[in-house]
T-cell receptor
Framework: DTGVSQDPRHKITKRGQNVTFRCDPI?????LYWYRQTLGQGPEFLTY????????KSRLLSDRFSAERPKGSFSTLEIQRTEQGDSAMYLC?????????????FGPGTRLTVL | SQQGEEDPQALSIQEGENATMNCSYK?????LQWYRQNSGRGLVHLIL?????REKHSGRLRVTLDTSKKSSSLLITASRAADTASYFC??????????FGAGTILRVKS
């Protein structure tokens, strides 16, 4: 399968715990995005990488959130001291540099439930 | 922040009927995209229309764009049960991020 993959698909954690999600983009895509989607809403942008450089972060990304893409390939999103309000679907997407119109290819998402 | 509103919020039709959903946006755009999301799954890109285009077709999909009204519509013709999903419009803002609407939930009854 050459699509965007995310791991895990589901995560249940207790409030205050740290969680880390992984995203593997399509191999030749140099752009990688993280979005968060809550029930009944469209996805909201969190952050964006071009290769290993994190070029933009949303105000939604509080200090408890950190994202990395150390070698310009896979990316991780870590949430520290989780809160119930962090419960959401976390979506990763990638796009190639040649995508002038910015069509993005999405993974299946990681559904986080904070108890 | 959400880009705008999608209308209707939910739509239920019989198989074979056409489905029309609308999207409004707030800022000037380079292009507008429509995505589909099946229950519990990721988003799939359906169609992109550039700001200098007024209408575009792809299979059973027809998208229109009215930049003067900052609105777009997605028409799905001859709907099938497999079209049951949530549909989102998205625009691209500075920094290559997509800004999505709240979506329309489409249910096609067989």
């Amino acid at each position: 399968d050459t699509g965007v993959s995310q791991d895990p698909r589901h995560k249940i954690t207790k409030r205050g715990q740290n969680v880390t999600f992984r995203c593997d983009p399509i191999s030749e895509h140099n752009r990688l995005y993280w979005y968060r989607q809550t029930l009944g809403q469209g996805p909201e942008f969190l952050t964006y990488f071009q290769n290993e450089a994190q070029l933009e972060k949303s105000r939604l990304l509080s200090d408890r959130f950190s994202a990395e893409r150390p070698k310009g390939s896979f990316s991780t999103l870590e949430i520290q001291r989780t809160e119930q309000g962090d419960s959401a679907m976390y979506l990763c997407a990638s796009s190639p540099r040649t995508s002038v119109y910015n069509e993005q290819f999405f993974g299946p998402g990681t559904r986080l439930t904070v108890l | 922040s959400q880009q705008g509103e999608e209308d209707p919020q939910a739509l239920s039709i019989q198989e074979g009927e056409n489905a029309t959903m609308n999207c409004s946006y707030k800022t000037s755009i380079n292009n507008l995209q429509w995505y589909r999301q099946n229950s519990g799954r990721g988003l799939v890109h359906l169609i992109l229309i550039r700001s200098n285009e007024r209408e575009k077709h792809s299979g059973r999909l027809r998208v229109t764009l009215d930049t003067s009204k900052k609105s777009s519509s997605l028409l799905i013709t001859a709907s099938r049960a497999a079209d049951t999903a949530s549909y989102f419009c998205a625009t691209v803002e500075y920094g290559n991020k997509l800004v999505f609407g709240a979506g329309t939930i489409l249910r096609v009854k067989s």
